[in-house]
Each structure stands twice: as C-alpha cells, then as structure tokens.
C-alpha cells in the first residue's frame, strides 16, 4: 500500500476505528456513510414499485421507510414480503402489517452504537431528562441488550453522578439489578425503568468522584509516607515499645466523639478533597462537615 503497488478498497458495517488494525487505518482514507433518511427510502420503493408490480400510497411506503430504519435492503425485502401477500397488486396496511415483523434497530452489543446508545443513556441521566433517558433505555431493551449490562451501568450512574446528593440512588440501582436478575424478561425490563426515573430526578453531584481523582493524583504525584504511628496498631508489646499507636485518641472517649487528632499523612495535613454540593442530601452534609471543623479547632 505504502510503495502503490495494491489499491485497497473496503467496506464495513463496523466502526473502522474498533475493527480496522491501527497500521492499516493510519495508511487509508476513511469515509463514514450514514443510514438513509425516510424520504430517501421512499423514493428507493417508489423506483421498485413497478419491479414488484405493486401500487401502493406514500403513507404505506413511509411507514415501511421507517420500519427499515436506515436500511435500503431492509425495505426491499419488507416491500417483496408484501407483494407476495398481495394478489391483487394492491399494498394495503394488512400486507404491510403483516411483512413487518419488527423495527429492525441498529445495534452491536460489542461495537460503536453500543457505547453510543449507553453514552446517551448516561448523559441523558445526568442531564435530568427523564424522559431522553427512558426512550435510551427502550431502545437498548428494543434491541436485546443484556439487561444486567443495563443495570451495572445504571449502578455506576448512581455512584459517579448522584452519590451523596441521595445515598438512596444507590439503593435503588442495586435494587432493580436484583429485581431484573430475579424476575427475568420483561418483568424486569420495567424495574430498570423505574430505576432510571429515580436516578434522572435525583439531585445530582460527582464530589466524590472528583475527591476520589484528587487523592489519586496526590498518591502518585507525592512520596508514600509511612502510617503514623498514633494510627497503628500494637498487637504485640514490643510494637507498643516503639511507639505504636501513641498519641491515639479514642473519639468516644470524647465529647460530640469529636477530637482534632490529624489523620493525613503528616506533607498532606490540612488537605481538604471532598467538597460538597449544596444540592439535596449534600447540603446537610456540607453543615455536617462545617460542624466538625468547628469542633475539631476548639
């Protein structure tokens, strides 16, 4: 391909950038091609009309158009399953009822418009639009994704963008995990869907998540620093000779179970990486943690 001794032409239902090895993609040009729209369709099954010696109205041709969702062949194949069932050369909505077996949804459990449609799901989420969110849902249960694949993101949903804002959405994300796994299709399919309305309607808040991505930088970035010593154990009465857990102060042993003993390691006392919201369960939290600092300093 490099000297020009081969021409390479391909075609490809997939995302080139899942399946097309990167040494190859990085010598090709590469043109993505979109679904056909409903009106480009309809005139596709009008040119064939005369093929399959049918007459048939707009609105039939439309409503096949839609069924074939993008798919030229599909509408071919659903408009030749009519004619067969039309003896009179007339397509009427009976036929066509009968020749569409279901919308066929464009779907890859493992490929592009799989991560794009739980993208959608997830944002539509975040985004407290519940019902962008439940039509995201239906069409992944349209299109036979695993149910419990739904679930576990829905978890991760309630952990990353609601957490402490509603310690409940945690509760009722693992909850219709449980339901789905324990009730099966389609019993399940609806516990998912109560699951999503209560996650999109939460209050939201991702302060722990960023706190989580603070310390993480602050454990790679800074030297790991021993325990120290008020905060170990000392199983044994040589350890209590050198030291540990001197110094420890017992909170219950406390007024308010409140003492302003540093538990950091000594390079990050002070630091602060959980910021709360002022939005729903937070909000209490953040007077709690107000109430804490205050005690803690007298």
């Not at 032409?9 to 729209?37: C, D, H, K, M, Q």
């Not at 596709?44 to 798919?71: F, T």
């Not at 030291?243 to 042993?253: F, I, S």
Request: aromatic share 6%; net charge negative.
């Amino acid at each position: 391909m490099e000297r020009g001794d081969i021409i390479l032409i391909g075609a490809t239902t997939e995302n080139p950038s899942f399946e097309v090895i990167s040494a190859l993609l990085s010598r090709s040009r590469v043109y993505a091609l979109r679904g056909l729209t409903v009106p480009e369709i309809v005139t596709l099954l009008r040119r064939a009309l005369p093929v399959v010696g049918l007459r048939a109205p707009d609105d039939l041709l439309e409503q096949i158009a839609i069924y074939a969702n993008g798919d030229a062949r599909q509408a071919y194949n659903t408009l030749e399953a009519a004619a067969s069932a039309s003896p009179e050369g007339e397509l009427t909505a009976e036929t066509v009822e009968s020749a569409i077996n279901r919308k066929v949804m464009l779907y890859d459990k493992s490929g592009e418009e799989h991560y794009n449609l739980i993208s959608a799901l997830h944002k539509s989420v975040r985004s407290s639009d519940v019902d962008a969110a439940l039509y995201w849902l239906c069409r992944m249960l349209e299109a036979g994704e695993d149910r419990l694949y739904i679930a576990r993101r829905l978890i991760r949903m309630a952990i990353e963008d609601i957490s402490m804002a509603d310690p409940r959405a945690l509760e009722q994300a693992v909850a219709a995990m449980q339901a789905v796994h324990f009730l099966g299709i389609p019993e399940g399919d609806l516990a998912l869907a109560q699951a999503a309305i209560y996650l999109s309607v939460a209050p939201k808040s991702d302060s722990a998540y960023r706190a989580m991505n603070a310390i993480q930088q602050d454990v790679e970035q800074t030297i790991a620093e021993p325990v120290p010593m008020n905060l170990r154990n000392a199983p044994t009465r040589a350890m209590k000779a050198w030291g540990y857990g001197e110094g420890y102060q017992h909170a219950h042993k406390f007024e308010d179970a409140i003492v302003a003993m540093d538990c950091l390691p000594p390079s990050l006392a002070g630091r602060r990486y959980y910021h709360p919201t002022d939005r729903g369960m937070e909000k209490r939290i953040a007077e709690r943690l107000e109430e804490i600092r205050r005690l803690r300093n007298k």
